[in-house]
């Protein structure tokens, strides 16, 4: 397959695209090391996330944002950071907030063979299964063929249910070019 340069997009240069057709202009966070070339390249394209304390405060201050403007994100690393915004995920869902989780997580090539790398609990899907049950829709990017399509989809279901969503992004997969 033959993709046209002048047409490449990155998985954060088509968040930020979608994320200014929504009106918003910023996330909330804490950076970790799973997270922290997607959240350079988030800020570099102009879409700064704005660190808090902590996780779940960003959480809630991301969730604020959206029951102003519409639509939040909040971004954060893979487990350490992920696990400590499901209360406000479960608030968001309660109250009908569409609220967008991003997590950073380890890379696709890291996970074979299952090692034991830092902040991994129990499995790679942990984290995911958690979001199953808190969310409305649920994607980990891990192919750059359908990448564009699935974070359409989790941001669409979002919008027509003003509920909470999940989307995961390898390390690995900040920098690939996807299909848009």
Not at 20 to 35: H, N, S, T
Not at 80 to 96: C, D, I, P, S, Y
Not at 97 to 118: C, F, N, T, W, Y
Not at 122 to 141: M, P, S, Y
């Amino acid at each position: 397959m033959h993709i046209d340069p002048s047409n490449a997009t990155t998985v954060p240069e088509f968040l930020v695209r979608r994320f200014r057709e929504l009106g918003i202009d910023q996330g909330f966070g804490i950076v970790g090391d799973f997270a922290l070339r997607l959240f350079g390249h988030l800020n570099d394209m102009g879409f700064p996330i704005c660190v808090a304390a902590d996780e779940q405060g960003a959480a809630f201050a991301a969730d604020a944002y959206a029951r102003l403007r519409g639509f939040g994100v909040c971004a954060v690393t893979y487990s350490v950071g992920g696990l400590k915004v499901v209360n406000a995920t479960a608030g968001a869902w309660a109250e009908q907030v569409p609220l967008l989780i991003i997590s950073g997580a380890p890379g696709i090539k890291e996970r074979q063979g299952d090692p034991m790398l830092h902040h991994k609990v129990k499995n790679f899907e942990t984290q995911l299964d958690v979001f199953r049950d808190i969310t409305i829709a649920q994607a980990v990017i891990n192919n750059p063929l359908t990448a564009t399509e699935e974070i359409d989809r989790v941001l669409g279901e979002m919008l027509a249910t003003q509920r909470p969503g999940y989307i995961e992004i390898p390390r690995d997969m900040v920098d690939v070019v996807v299909l848009d």
